[in-house]
């Protein structure tokens, strides 16, 4: 069973009575007031927030008494090994139950985050963490106390040693709007084009964070990830711009040469795609706001999630024109999608909506074949985050609980509780890789939640 669910007990204990709540503990009926009531609290959502955090607290009690559950039948690792020596596993099967058993293995760890000015560490809660492809660098959001955000970046490489400690870098740009939607990017450069390649991303990568500020009036910034580096404190190379824009809900950088230098923007019933050296700009109008958006690599092409359920391509070479001609692949979710992850052969989209539906998309013939449940969503903006190398996808719940799914076959491996009570304010936001602090790196889950980061070992 899902820990999260707010399945109660009471049909299977007694009768569910209108306007009453039955306390199996106590053995009788309590009367619910409606609403939020300070001196009554026997209301229905604080009745499920205390149920909540009891099966929070049991989880985490679980977890730190080192109780691993599996979640097939049989599943260890001298059986599979076993079962692979005597050839009744293949390859591929052994190396994807072999995953498995790793994340039913993981076990939080605490990481200290070290910063060159000791009095902003740890002072601002964690908003948006977000890791270079090369997974070296985290680049933070983090709420201000006044209100508003800030901006800093994490180096990794700490990872890598028997203490887990990283170095949190901070600058003195914060703004008082709110941030949606952040990704990497980079400028044309000499060696650019050879960085395409998601798997081979070379050192020298030129990185910059593009923001997606969803107030009115809104931009979206540009700024160079050397701002926030101490090593040479008076070089500030790169571009630090601002495009002004209305609302925006999604942003996203296009890594083909084709569209080289452009980002695009999902806004209020209309998608800005800019170019960043010219300024060049292309608007795409919509029936509903955009609230996801993702590049291909191959072709220059750009899908967008809307709040209506749709889900459409638009190819950037073509000009603008009227009505709704130009969107290519169309397909429709049951409600608004808040998320989208393009697989890397491009063939299949994975996306994420508030209803708490996944679905892999298979692009050619555009049908749903894969669909992954657990998920629970009614209203945030939550993102995806995939590995196909491990073969996994993970997804943070509004509920605060992070969800682990096999992506070959759909199946719900492992539900992680937050070391924190469930709020609105404290949906962790999270990292998952193969190699944590570059090639060298280690493996694991990273979770940030409130003003702690949190490191769950996968090896």
Same mark, same amino acid.
């Given at each position: ?41 026997? *209301? ?6 205390? !149920?909540?955090?009891?099966? #929070? ?15 097939? @039948? ?45 009095s902003?560490?740890? *002072? ?6 977000? @890791?270079d /492809? !090369? ?13 508003g955000?800030? %901006? ?15 170095? &949190? ?5 914060f ?35 593009? &923001?997606?500020?969803?107030? *009115?009036?809104?931009c ?5 990830a =050397?701002?926030? +580096? ?18 925006a809900w ?11 230098n ?17 300024g060049h #700009? ?18 220059? /092409? ?42 890397? !052969?491009?063939?299949?989209? &994975? ?17 749903? /074949? ?13 993102p ?45 936001? /999270?990292?998952f =890789?193969?190699?944590?602090?570059? +090639? ?17 070992? %996968?090896n």
């Amino acid at each position: 069973e899902d820990p999260s669910s707010s399945s109660s007990t009471q049909n299977s204990v007694a009768p569910e009575l209108p306007g009453f709540y039955y306390d199996p503990e106590k053995n009788r009926y309590f009367r619910l007031l409606p609403g939020h009531n300070n001196h009554n609290p026997l *209301t229905k959502d604080s009745i499920q927030h205390k !149920a909540m955090e009891c099966k #929070r607290l049991r989880l985490l009690e679980e977890e730190e008494k080192q109780i691993q559950k599996t979640t097939r @039948a049989g599943l260890n690792s001298s059986v599979l090994l076993q079962k692979r020596q005597l050839g009744l596993l293949s390859s591929t099967s052994y190396c994807r139950l072999v995953h498995e058993l790793k994340v039913n293995c993981m076990q939080r760890r605490k990481i200290e985050i070290h910063s060159p000015d000791s009095s902003v560490a740890g *002072t601002n809660n964690f908003k948006i963490i977000v @890791a270079d /492809v !090369a997974c070296e660098r985290i680049f933070t959001v983090n709420d201000v106390e006044h209100g508003g955000c800030k %901006y800093g970046i994490i180096n990794l490489s700490g990872l890598g040693k028997e203490s887990l400690t990283v170095e &949190m870098y901070d600058n003195l740009y914060f703004t008082n709007r709110k941030v949606n939607s952040v990704c990497w990017a980079s400028l044309t450069h000499p060696d650019s084009h050879v960085l395409y390649p998601l798997k081979k991303i070379k050192l020298s990568f030129s990185k910059l964070c593009l &923001m997606g500020i969803a107030e *009115t009036p809104g931009c979206a910034s540009l700024l160079p990830a =050397s701002l926030f +580096s101490s090593t040479n404190p008076g070089d500030r190379p790169g571009m630090l711009c601002s495009f002004k824009i209305s609302t925006a809900w999604s942003c996203a950088w296009c890594l083909n040469p084709q569209a080289d230098n452009c980002f695009s923007t999902g806004l209020t019933r209309r998608v800005l795609v800019t170019n960043v050296v010219t300024g060049h #700009r292309q608007t795409f109008g919509t029936s509903s706001d955009v609230l996801a958006q993702q590049f291909a690599t191959q072709t220059p /092409v750009l899908y967008n999630g809307c709040r209506s359920g749709e889900i459409f391509s638009i190819d950037v070479r073509q000009r603008n024109r009227k009505g709704q001609s130009w969107k290519a692949i169309r397909l429709f979710h049951g409600s608004a999608v808040t998320s989208l992850h393009l697989m890397e !052969a491009e063939h299949y989209l &994975m996306a994420a909506d508030m209803g708490g539906k996944i679905k892999l998309w298979d692009l050619r013939t555009t049908k749903c /074949v894969k669909q992954y449940k657990g998920h629970h969503n009614e209203y945030a903006l939550l993102p995806l985050h995939v590995n196909e190398e491990e073969g996994l996808l993970i997804a943070v719940g509004q509920d605060c609980y992070t969800r682990i799914w096999s992506l070959q076959d759909a199946h719900l491996l492992r539900t992680i509780p937050s070391p924190h009570p469930s709020s609105k304010d404290a949906i962790p936001s /999270v990292v998952f =890789s193969s190699r944590l602090g570059g +090639s060298r790196g280690v493996p694991g889950l990273l979770m940030a939640v409130k003003q702690d980061l949190y490191h769950f070992s %996968y090896n």
